[in-house]
């Protein structure tokens, strides 16, 4: 995946086709989404074809680059024996890289942001990282125990997804009719669901605008209130992806950083993806190895 080098102004453009009135004439977001997508598309099909000849010239001994998603999905053939076309895996990928670039690097943005606005969070968080980079030796890397040692730095990233979800929400439609609340929902009626309607109900979250990460301690809140990730058979593939890189980012930054905002009333706002409304430009203070902060 490190040849695919897709420019994020191009993949919010279709973030916004998703959101926008389905009129496909020239100059209207639609229409844009559609040509960016299109384009996206053949960009990766091209470069699942040259993984193709890749593959299939390699020497038999030699490695097959860590046998990432796209060679796995090359040489996948449980289907039925006949594998995926160029076009079919393009379209995966494209799945995939659509769903996982926005929402990551916002919710990387406003965790940035929650950290610099908050001291307390930030010393609790540095606490928990520098315990675990202490226990390691000089140059060793991050393993899988030190990540489920980041409790609070989790509690910290929940609450930021639950204050600043980055994916607003999405249509489902209904497989057969059910009776939710006295209505009648019709079997094929689509639904417009959305994080925001249990992420800040007081009855599960109480005093819901305040940032406090140990709402997630113990059993945490109940289950299908707090969902910035979905629920169901159709959740985020990526959430565990995205738990590892959010912590491992969080522990390397908070070690060797404080910052804080150069805009202080800078905020996010949904556009209707997440974004920041200035960029969020930080100062960065690299930590003085000689004091304890
Ligand atoms: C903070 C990071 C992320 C958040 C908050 C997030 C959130 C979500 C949400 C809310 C959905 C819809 C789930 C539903 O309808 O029930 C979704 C779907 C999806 N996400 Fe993520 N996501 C994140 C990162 C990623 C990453 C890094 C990837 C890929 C590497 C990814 C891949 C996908 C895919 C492929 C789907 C569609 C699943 C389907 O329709 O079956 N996501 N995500």
Same mark, same amino acid.
């Given at each position: ?19 926008? $009135? ?10 844009? !989404? ?55 895996? !393009? ?71 639950? $204050? ?19 209505? $009648? ?58 738990? $590892? ?49």
């Amino acid at each position: 995946m490190e040849k695919m080098m897709i420019k994020g102004s191009r993949l919010t453009r279709l973030q916004r086709g998703f959101t926008s $009135l389905p009129i496909d004439l020239p100059g209207t977001q639609f229409n844009r !989404a559609i040509r960016g997508s299109r384009q996206l598309r053949e960009e990766i099909k091209n470069i699942v074809t040259q993984r193709r000849i890749h593959l299939s010239t390699r020497k038999v001994d030699e490695d097959v680059d860590g046998l990432d998603i796209l060679s796995s999905l090359i040489m996948d053939t449980s289907s039925d024996g006949q594998g995926l076309s160029d076009s079919e895996i !393009a379209s995966k990928l494209y799945g995939v890289i659509v769903s996982g670039y926005d929402t990551f690097s916002s919710t990387l943005a406003a965790i940035v942001m929650c950290l610099a606005e908050l001291p307390h969070v930030y010393d609790a968080v540095l606490k928990e990282q520098r315990q675990i980079a202490e226990s390691k030796a000089a140059g060793e890397l991050l393993n899988w125990a030190d990540i489920q040692k980041m409790k609070y730095s989790w509690s910290v990233a929940c609450e930021v997804m639950r $204050l600043l979800p980055p994916n607003s929400g999405t249509f489902r439609e209904a497989t057969s009719d059910f009776v939710y609340e006295g209505y $009648l929902i019709p079997k094929g009626m689509k639904l417009k669901w959305s994080v925001h309607s249990t992420h800040k109900n007081p009855e599960h979250f109480p005093d819901p605008e305040k940032f406090d990460p140990s709402r997630f301690d113990g059993q945490g809140p109940p289950p299908y209130s707090f969902v910035p990730f979905g629920g169901g058979p159709r959740m985020c593939p990526g959430k565990e992806y995205s738990r $590892l890189k959010m912590l491992v980012f969080m522990h390397n930054v908070v070690t060797r950083y404080r910052w804080e905002k150069v805009f202080p009333d800078e905020k996010f706002v949904w556009n209707p993806a997440l974004v920041s409304t200035k960029g969020l430009p930080i100062r960065v203070f690299p930590h003085n190895k000689s004091q304890s902060n």
